[in-house]
């Protein structure tokens, strides 16, 4: 199985050897003609409401269609495009490709709730990324309040005066704005004050173990309650079993995403699930304990 994994997939992190300086070359050149053939796709994974089920949008992951070695997650590609550059496309393909969606979702009658996209730090260093968003929304005719930008604390990271600068463009074109992956990066809570935030997501590794670990879950409760008294929302990552989600709705933790509700899904079939309104596995069951 390992064999298979290897053969199916990139890796091209650090190419040292010529033999990976040659692969490197030749996946970025694919990349290239993927961009330009249409080959990249975006899925879309739920986000529910904790108390009750409710779809309330969901994150675009993105995913590259490749005619030979089929999905390829985007662990396997956005590192070589951060590099290359090619992310400012793909991030702009992205982009267009959630507009055209909730487009569509809107035409059908669907309400597609907030769809969040991911933005590296590339995007950031080239002018213009509110500008590019602002005309992507106008182009379509979405409104502004239909979409959120995820920022790990790596991107802040980079020149904090300026994405904060920028963050505070695509929050005037209405979109809200989360911080990815929360706990892993370095000196969280000096951004938190000095970033225009509007939601924490809490990074999968504490919610993994959150049942598991009682250090996870003391993080993980902190880190859910320091939201709540700075005004930010809070939606849990990586959410996998009914232990997990019981804790976090112990801890009144309001929106989570995870394998336990939906994976990432093609958008036809994330509009399936959005006419169903909520998802199963993501309700309370019927007798369960009313809290005071
Ligand atoms: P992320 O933004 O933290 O996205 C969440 C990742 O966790 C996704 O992986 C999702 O499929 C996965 N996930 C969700 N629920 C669960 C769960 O219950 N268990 C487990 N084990 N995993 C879960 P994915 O789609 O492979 O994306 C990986 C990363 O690639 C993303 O992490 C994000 O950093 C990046 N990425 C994806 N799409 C884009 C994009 O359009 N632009 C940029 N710049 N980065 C992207
Ligand atoms: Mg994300
Ligand atoms: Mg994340
Ligand atoms: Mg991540």
Redesign the pocket.
């Known amino acids: 199985q390992a064999k298979a994994e290897e053969r199916n997939s990139y890796r091209f992190f650090m190419p040292t050897t010529r033999a990976s300086v040659i692969d490197r070359l030749s996946l970025e050149g694919d990349l290239r003609h993927a961009i330009a053939h249409d080959e990249l796709v975006v899925h879309y ?1 739920p986000l529910v409401e904790l108390s009750g089920g409710t779809i309330i949008g969901a ?4 995913r590259w269609q490749h005619p030979q070695r089929g999905l390829i ?3 396997e590609f ?1 590192p070589l495009a951060e590099e290359s550059g090619l ?1 400012i496309d ?2 702009e393909q ?1 982009l267009r490709q959630v507009c055209r969606d909730l487009g569509r979702w809107r035409d059908s009658g669907l309400q597609a709730g907030r769809i969040s ?4 730090a590339r995007q950031f260093r080239r002018d213009g990324l509110a500008a590019s968003i602002h005309r992507s929304l106008t182009e379509s005719g979405i409104g502004g309040r239909q979409l959120a930008f ?1 920022v790990t604390e790596s991107v802040v990271m980079h020149d904090l005066e300026h994405t904060a600068q920028v963050l505070t463009e695509i929050r005037e074109l209405g979109a809200s704005i989360s911080l ?2 929360f706990g892993t990066g370095y000196s969280s809570l000096a951004y938190l004050r000095r970033l225009p935030i509007d939601i924490l997501k809490i990074d ?1 590794s504490f919610v993994r173990d959150l049942h598991l670990e009682p250090d996870a879950a003391a993080i993980a409760h902190a880190v859910i309650a320091m939201a709540h008294k700075l005004g930010l929302g809070v939606v849990a ?4 079993c009914a232990a997990q989600l019981a804790l976090l709705r112990e801890f009144d933790c309001e929106e989570g ?3 336990l509700f939906s994976r ?1 899904l093609p958008p036809e079939q994330y509009a399936i699930i959005l006419k169903q309104g909520r998802l199963p596995l993501a309700s309370p069951p019927a007798d369960a304990p009313r809290r005071p």
């Open positions: 994974q994150e675009a992951l993105v997650p985007p662990d956005i992310i793909i991030g992205v996209i991911n933005l590296s995820e990815d992956d999968r990552e990586g959410v996998e995403q995870g394998f990432p």
